[in-house]
Structure formats: C-alpha cells, structure tokens
C-alpha cells in the first residue's frame, strides 16, 4: 500500500524557517516524482515545488528563493526547507507522490498524483 506521511510544520513568527518532511513507502523514490503543493485558507491548492525522479526540482515562481527541496537523510523522505516565511505562506501543506510519468510542464498540478499526505499545518504570525 503506497503512503504520504507529511511531519513538521507549526506555527512561526514572520521571517523564521521551518521545515516539512515527507515520507513515502510503498513506492520506488527513485522512481518517483514528489510534490508539495499548499492550501491557503480561501484559495484554491497550488504547487510549491516538485523533485522529479532524476533529483531535477523545480519551485513555483513565487516562491523561489525561500523554500528548497532536498532529499532527506532517512530513506524515501523529501524535505521542504522555508525560510523568510510571511504570514501570506500560512496554509496547509500536502506532499504528493507518483509513480506515473508526470509531464514536466505540468508537475505542479494537482492532477499529476495519486497519492497524496494528510497534511501539515504551517502558520506564520506578523
């Protein structure tokens, strides 16, 4: 059975960093492309960043800058590093993962996975 897990996050003053983690099992991280996409309260779930198969990564435009992708030291987890956080990055973080060829153009929308995490919390206060 293929799993998210999604850990980290909380609640941060404007300008500190956090870090979410996500851990797959059940599916080949080598061999798969991960996401972390954001829900803000009101809007619509838009990706943040995605790390594709071969370790290639890329950010949402407005983004770039203040949160990086890294490969974990545990095994199949997938880090989110976020840093200079606003309180317009208070959200709900989900990380997403496929086994699926994903079309890089459109590895930032929600439609490119399967599986997804339940979520983690993130909330940065002024």
């Known amino acids: 059975q293929v799993q998210v897990v999604e850990s980290g996050g909380g609640l941060v003053q404007a300008g500190g960093s956090l870090r979410l983690s996500c851990t797959v099992s059940g599916l080949n991280f080598d061999h798969s492309t991960m996401a972390w996409f954001r829900q803000i309260p009101g809007k619509e779930r838009e990706g943040v960043a995605v790390r594709r198969n071969d370790g290639i990564t890329k950010y949402a435009d407005s983004l770039k800058g203040r949160f990086t992708l890294s490969q974990g030291n545990a095994k199949n987890t997938l880090t989110l590093e976020m840093s200079r956080l606003e309180p317009g990055d208070t959200a709900m973080y989900y990380c997403?993962?496929?086994?699926?060829?994903?079309?890089?153009?459109?590895?930032?929308?929600?439609?490119?996975?399967?599986?997804w995490g339940q979520g983690a919390q993130v909330t940065v206060s002024s």
């Open positions: 997403a993962a496929t086994s699926s060829f994903v079309l890089w153009a459109q590895s930032l929308s929600e439609g490119a996975y399967e599986v």
